[in-house]
């Protein structure tokens, strides 16, 4: 009886067992920020349609800026509205398949089908293919895709995101963290420089 007594006086431990919990991991707040990106067309006037990636709570920030020039690259039959209309979707989808991260999703240049083109390539991607690519490169602009991504991307022009192309074996390489970063302290666009632009393209975009 004395054994009970002592049992049901005992007092109770609160404290929660974590033994078999799991820690969750931390969470880069950087990579957090660059979730929920979302890309659109948008009217620029003239005839030019951009590309246009908004991070949540970002302002939106021209990625690439379709000319009536680009024909020269895709060829006639596609206008600047109806090239940005295959294009942004497909930078969209790589998005989601890499979970709303913006380091996962890369532009490059690469071959499909012996033609060099310019493809996203998500997490998911080992490589351009023909579901990933945006556009094929004609022969001549085949020669210089490095110059043709650094056009396209606008990254070459003052007050972009200049410096964010890199080459990985011969593959012109460019992030899409880079062209949305976060804005730093003097809320400018951060120089992550790793390979300079082989060219500065004064046109304005494609």
Known sequence: MAHLQQLLTKPVDNTDDNSNSTAMPDVDPSE?????TQFTCVSQGDGNVATVGQRPGGEPIPVII?????????????????RCQIVTPKLNAAVAESGGSLKDVVLMSGRVRNKTVICVV???DTGCDGNNTLFTLNP???????????Q??????????????????????????????????????PRQIRKKPAIRNKSGGL
Do not use: H
Not at 66 to 82: D, I, M, V
Not at 140 to 150: G, H, R
Not at 156 to 171: C, F, M, P, Q
């Open 66 to 82: 379709w000319t009536s020039a680009s024909l020269k690259y895709f060829g006639e039959k596609f206008t600047p509205q109806s």
């Open 140 to 150: 001549d602009n085949a020669k210089k895709p490095e110059e043709i991504l650094t």
């Open 152 to 189: 396209m991307m606008q990254i070459s022009r003052e007050g972009s995101s200049a410096g964010v192309i890199r080459e990985t074996k011969g593959r012109v390489q460019v992030t899409l963290s880079d062209l949305l970063p976060r804005k730093n302290k003097n809320n400018r666009v």
């Open 122 to 124: 998500s997490v998911n």
């Open 32 to 36: 957090e920020a660059n979730t929920g």
